[in-house]
Structures are given as C-alpha cells and as structure tokens.
C-alpha cells in the first residue's frame, strides 16, 4: 500500500465533480462512468488519454505517493494527517489556468502563489518521517540521471524531485497527449471546465488517498478541512 498527500476539493464540489466526470472515475467512492465522445475527441481517445489521471484521481500533488516508513503505522499517519489540517488556514489562488505542461494538460495557478507554495512545502516535511525510502526501482523510474542537479538531490533527500522551488501546484487531467492530438484536447478542456478557468479555487481541504496495491487505482482515505484560523478563535 502507497499513501499521498494530495489536494482535493470536497467530493460534492463543482471541480470535483466536473472532473471526476471528465475523468470517468470519481476517487471519493471508485465509481466510473463510461466515457463519451466530446468534440473531435471520439470515446477511445478520449479514455486512452486519460488513463494516467483517471487511475490517481483528481487531485494536486503535496507530497508524492510513498510507501510507510517500517516504523511508523497508518493510525499514527492519520493522526498527523488530522493535525496538518488544523493547524493550517484556507487560502484562495488568485486565478486557475490551463497549461499543457509538456505533454500533458493541467490546471494550475495563473500566478505564483505563495500561500499555495507553502501550503506544499509544509506537507512534504511534515509527513516525511512516515516516507520509507524509495526502492532501486522507484528511484530509476525517475530517470535521475536525466534530471538537474537540484532536482536529484532532492529526489535522493525527499523522494520527489518536484518540491520547495521546483514544486508546481497541477490538477491534471490527461495524459500524455500526442502533438497532432493537442489542439483538440485543449478545445474540449476549455469547454469542459469553463466554468473554473480564470476563476480563483478555494484551498479549503487536504486529502490522504491510497493506493491499496501497486497499480491500482487510489482512493481518498479521508477529506478533512483546513481549520487554523478556526481552533485559534476557539483558543
């Protein structure tokens, strides 16, 4: 079993639910949908290219998919998890875009954001000491060879390459996309989620999902809002 600590707005929430739709998988129960064809996208492109996201889930990656540190258990995990979300406060980006991001399309932040920034970088340190270390295997999968200097330093350190300055906040949504295939793809993305492009996005929850096994689909553990500026006004 893998863990990770992703964002993820709540499961009855517009984005999740239009996503979980365009997706064919919704992530909170494991439910598909047969997909259908929209625009020039028939319904086997559509579903091969989005494989990838569908088997993760919508979500935003904090801190990457890890397997449990062989000293620590998934009751204390949960427990940090609780007291990552309340002590941390709901923050808004500005305004989300879509970018393809080499080969695949996302929606990320329009503008740096350094609450969102943040926001990141207390998840990967926080929940470090529950990460067991990456396998040979994890680790090539990588391709650290590939990679700056900073980013396999990190890699090696975290077990990401992608944190703190390297970090960008994404909530993906295809996999990779042939060249021929992207201009279509961006047209069904900006009539898909219209309604959410250019328009801010509350960070208002953090989720734990699962991955029960290797290769299979994951799976939100469990949901919980971001309370700080709540147990201050109690405190």
Known sequence: MRYAIYFAPPADDRLSQTAAHWLGRDAFTGETNELSALGSLDAATRHALTADPRRYGFHGTLKAP????????????????????????????????????????????????????????????????????LSDVDMARRNPDKLPERQREYLRKWGYPYVFEEFQFHLTLTGPVPGETAKPMRTVLESTFADHIGKPLHVTSVALFVEPHRGAPFLVHSLLPLRGATQRKIA
């Open 66 to 133: 890890f397997t449990l540190a062989e000293d620590r258990s998934e009751a204390e995990l949960v427990a940090a998890f609780e007291t990552f979300a309340d002590n941390l406060e709901p923050f808004e980006i500005p305004q989300l875009t879509l970018l393809q991001l080499g080969p695949f399309f996302a929606l990320v932040s329009a503008n740096h954001c350094e609450a969102l920034q943040e926001f990141a970088a207390q998840a990967v340190q926080t929940f470090e000491p529950f990460r067991a270390p």
